[in-house]
Each structure stands twice: as structure tokens, then as C-alpha cells.
């Protein structure tokens, strides 16, 4: 079982910066890929980025592609989400997910483990 838990949210006016962070439990945090999604008010949860379990692949969303970058630290189960140029519609709720091994997945029902989430709120 991994337990996920995000932090770094919060308010940010337009063309400022985030940096999400996602914790696990567990030892086997490097077998698992990892990914971010969020939740705008009224919409669905939407894929943000993800990284391979082997520190190999990394995809995007054309949505943030060149102003997010997503990586990880195995030594400390952790995963980052860097965020530049933040723009009022990016406000959302932000989750981390993980998925064990296997092709880097993008949907969300390939993921098998949820953080809480983290409340991102950009302000024009």
C-alpha cells in the first residue's frame, strides 16, 4: 500500500511560481510511476504530467508543456511539480497518483493510488 501526501499549494498571482510536492510511504516508492492531475471547480480531473517509475519517460499536457516540469527524488519517495508562469486558469485542485511499474500511464483510472490533494489558486 502507498499513501500519498501533497503540499505546496496555495495563491499565486499570474506569471508566479509553485512547487508541488507528493511524499509516499513505503519502500518501493522507486517501482512506481508517478503522476499529477487536477481538478478545476465544475470540471473534470484532468492528467498533468508524469514520470516513470525507472527515472526514464516524462509526459505532459499540452496545457502546461514548457511551464511545468515534473521529477522526483527516490532517495526521498518524493515527487515534485514545478509550476512557472501560472496563469489564473490553472487554478485547481492538484493530486498526486501513483502507478505500479508498467508503461507510464496518462488516464486516470491506470493509477491505483490517491493523495488528498493540494489547492492551487492563481490570481489574474
Known amino acids: 500500500q502507498v499513501q500519498l501526501v501533497e503540499s505546496g499549494g496555495g495563491l499565486v498571482q499570474a506569471g508566479g511560481s509553485l512547487r508541488l510536492s507528493c511524499a509516499a510511504s513505503?519502500?518501493?516508492?522507486?517501482?512506481?510511476?508517478m503522476g499529477w492531475f487536477r481538478q478545476a471547480p465544475g470540471k473534470e480531473r484532468e492528467f498533468v504530467a508524469a514520470?516513470?517509475?525507472?527515472?526514464?519517460?516524462?509526459y505532459y499536457a499540452d496545457s502546461v508543456k514548457g511551464r511545468f516540469t515534473i521529477s522526483r527524488n527516490n532517495a526521498k519517495n518524493t515527487v515534485y511539480l514545478q509550476m512557472n508562469s501560472l496563469k489564473p486558469e490553472d487554478t485547481a485542485d492538484y493530486y498526486c497518483?501513483?502507478?505500479?511499474?508498467?508503461?507510464?500511464?496518462?488516464?486516470?483510472?491506470?493509477?491505483?493510488?490517491w493523495g488528498q490533494g493540494t489547492q492551487v489558486t492563481v490570481s489574474s
Open positions: 497518483a501513483a502507478a505500479y511499474r508498467g508503461t507510464l500511464p496518462r488516464l486516470e483510472r491506470q493509477y491505483e493510488h
Open positions: 513505503g519502500r518501493t516508492f522507486s517501482s512506481y510511476n
Open positions: 514520470s516513470a517509475w525507472n527515472g526514464g519517460s516524462k
